[in-house]
């Protein structure tokens, strides 16, 4: 049992191998089996290079008549259905027809302004303070009623609220010194077209001590004119001088300026009075 002679071994080695080999046979076999396809591939292949196809000419032609389909779509949205107007009242698709009016409402650039009225109602004095460099000046403004007169040194008084007034008067040199003051005293600012610069300060203080300050905004304006126990003939005297100051800063290019005017006491309605006969004869013949 021990002794296996070398002949033995010989036949259990040989059979093995025989497997062996006749697996890689098969194996070979199968593989030049498997490269025929690949060879036929190749000639398909060259055939093709000979023949081309042109596949993606017939997707941009499919893609060129979407976009003109999508072309005829739009145009066809675009396209309104015409209507007939005749007997709208307004054409289709606009707002209106021509005006059949002349009257359009107007508006002017807010402004305030002072002015004397021929019959005042107020009893206290105004608060005015006069800007000014020149110790002369700031005298005179002192003798003709003003609370305070000085120059720049002021502004830092102001800014801190330890000065305030009912109006502010300068010279005119003086007006980029107090820019600062612009947003503080922001209506009260001097301005020369309100009369609150200027070089002749006794005559605008004897505006500003006792003037009558009135604001136009929007198309409105709203002031006192008088108070209920006044005669009416001072209340109509009232209410012509602001009408006529009003009227002083109509723009050129306007026609009438005022149209209507209410007056009313804060505790009862108000009555509307012919405005016409208080208005500018010039503003009659425009």
Known sequence: MGNLSVTQKSAYMAAPSRSVLRVLSRCQSLFFTCRAPSVSCSSLTAHRQQQPVRSYAAAAAAKQKEKKDE???????????????????????????APVDDVYMKKVDPFVSTIHLPHSFK?????????????????????????????????????????TADFYLAEPDMVQ???????????????????????????MLALFKSGHEYMVEDIYVNTQVATLDMPKEYILANIHAIVKDVASHKPAEFGPFIERAIVCSRSSEGLHIKIEELLPQEEKKA
């Open 71 to 97: 072309t005829v779509q739009e145009k066809a949205v675009k396209e309104r259905k015409r209507v007939d107007d005749k007997n709208r009242h307004k054409p289709y698709g606009l707002t209106a027809w």
């Open 123 to 163: 009893s206290d004095i105004n608060k005015i303070v006069v800007f000014t460099e020149n110790p002369d000046q700031a005298r005179i403004a002192m003798e003709n009623g003003a609370a305070v007169a000085g120059g720049a040194e002021l502004v830092e008084k102001i800014l801190a609220d330890e000065i």
């Open 177 to 203: 010194k107090l820019l600062p003051l612009k947003n503080k005293l922001r209506k009260k600012f001097p301005k020369s077209k309100r009369g609150s610069v200027g070089m002749n300060i006794p005559k």
